[in-house]
């Protein structure tokens, strides 16, 4: 399978002696879904500025389905589609004309980016705001906004930074609905995020950045299964026990109605459950305490 990224030894260190990437080296296959994960300050944002042509680099090499940045970084520009992190369109401008003015950018004519304004606009629900200034949509609406103009230009790989930051549950399930259809048609898409659930959900590989350097690179479904142990939530009905035997698990009485269990290796969720109702323990209610991949993010970035 084609390489749709591949970034070998890419530094950056600014004005002020900040070396906000140490040496990076990165590979996404063409039609990955694939997340970039690190806490503020890892260098995400920044490798990403670099890719898309916003920031120099120091040092490095960096190649976008076959392109060499060096001599053809005005092709790899129209092969990306970049939805940053803050809003950065004309406020004071009606939305159509956003996606026709960026379509423009990329040397697409009027008639044509028109066409596909319609499409996407009706794909994000807000077609019937066309005309209405940018200023006047929600938070939701405007993030909405900013895929959609990402994609104007019928980008091979799109790059989200943060794509659902600030918006509710929602518009959020619905932007991961429509990104997963994007991906299974084939556009490559590489995602930040702080919502780690959301790269569980969506990706299925990653690459963990930490002050500046790649700390694991990986398959999610490889990385996830480094987890030893699993903490649940129980909820009963009932008042509890005061006292709970236990028999391969830990558990902790959280309060007259809830349990926090930690699983072994070797035991299940059924086991306990099983194990519980025989000492009388009736459970109403089962959920996670913890993100798996945030306790990994955590344990590989030193931060716990």
């Not at 600014?14 to 994960?37: C, P, R, S, T, W």
């Not at 120091?58 to 790899?76: K, S």
């Not at 930040?192 to 569980?200: K, M, P, W």
């Amino acid at each position: 399978m084609q390489v749709a990224l591949s970034i070998q030894g890419l530094q950056k260190t600014y004005a002020n002696h900040l070396k906000a990437l140490k040496g990076i080296d990165l590979q996404v296959e063409q039609g990955d879904f694939f997340a970039l994960l690190g806490s503020n300050g890892a260098g995400k944002t920044t490798a990403i500025g670099i890719v898309c042509g916003l920031l120099t680099k120091t040092a490095g090499d960096i190649e976008v389905l076959g392109f060499d940045q060096n001599t053809r970084a005005n092709d790899i520009k129209r092969l990306i589609g970049l939805m940053p992190q803050e809003f950065n369109f004309n406020p004071f401008e009606p939305i159509e004309e956003i996606l026709i003015n960026q379509a423009g950018y990329h040397g697409i004519s009027r008639a044509e980016s028109r066409v596909q304004a319609e499409i996407l606009l009706k794909k994000m629900q807000l077609w019937d705001k066309r005309f209405d200034m940018a200023k006047s949509l929600s938070g939701g609406m405007k993030r909405r906004l900013m895929l959609a103009r990402a994609l104007i230009h019928q980008p091979k790989i799109l790059i989200l930074d943060e794509p659902t930051a600030g918006v509710d549950v929602e518009i959020r399930r619905s932007m991961w609905a429509y990104l997963k259809e994007l991906n299974r048609e084939g556009m490559t898409i590489i995602l930040t995020t702080h919502y780690l659930e959301e790269a569980e959900s969506l990706c299925r590989n990653i690459a963990i950045l930490n002050e500046g350097e790649v700390v694991e690179q990986t398959s999610m479904k490889k990385l996830l299964s480094k987890v030893a142990h699993q903490v649940i939530i129980l909820e009963s009905a009932s008042i509890l026990p005061k006292q709970i035997k236990e028999d391969g698990f830990e558990c902790e009485r959280l309060d007259d109605y809830s349990l926090q269990v930690v699983l072994g290796v070797d035991i299940n969720i059924t086991d306990v459950l099983q194990n519980l109702s025989k000492q009388g323990v009736s459970v109403d209610h089962v959920r996670s305490a913890q993100n798996r991949l945030e306790t990994l993010f955590l344990r590989l970035t030193k931060k716990n």
